[in-house]
């Protein structure tokens, strides 16, 4: 009944920037939690952004300044502004929303490769 649909990902030069959106659709009423996560090769899911549904945000320290999470309400829709990429951003990135009323939902993960 929820389906998130990720695009945006890519191989990119050290530097660089991306940006990554994660539109949610099927019977939602409201969205509370909006969130970014992403998981290295060998590594746990990693807990990169969140933004809620008044619009506060938070980040993991290894992005603070480099990413900028935002949502737009009327389509249902994160993303996420990857700038001053590193190697190791390199990753698949998923999202994560809270349906009010129903319960979490993924994405299909969409793969980040940093190149220096």
């Known amino acids: 009944q929820v389906q998130l649909v990720e695009s945006g990902g890519g191989l990119v030069q050290a530097g660089g920037s991306l940006r990554l959106s994660c539109a949610a659709s099927?019977?939602?009423?409201?969205?509370?939690?909006m969130r970014w996560y992403r998981q290295a090769p060998g590594k746990q899911r990693e807990l990169v952004a969140t933004?809620?549904?008044?619009?506060?945000?938070n980040y993991a320290d290894s992005v603070k300044g480099r990413f900028t999470i935002s949502r737009d309400n009327a389509k249902n829709t994160v993303y996420l502004q990857m700038n001053s990429l590193k190697p190791e951003d390199t990753a698949v990135y998923y999202c994560?929303?809270?349906?009010?009323?129903?319960?979490?939902?993924w994405g299909q993960g969409t793969q980040v490769t940093v190149f220096s």
């Open positions: 099927g019977i939602i009423f409201s969205i509370n939690i």
């Open positions: 994560n929303v809270l349906v009010v009323g129903l319960s979490n939902y």
């Open positions: 933004i809620i549904s008044g619009g506060s945000t």
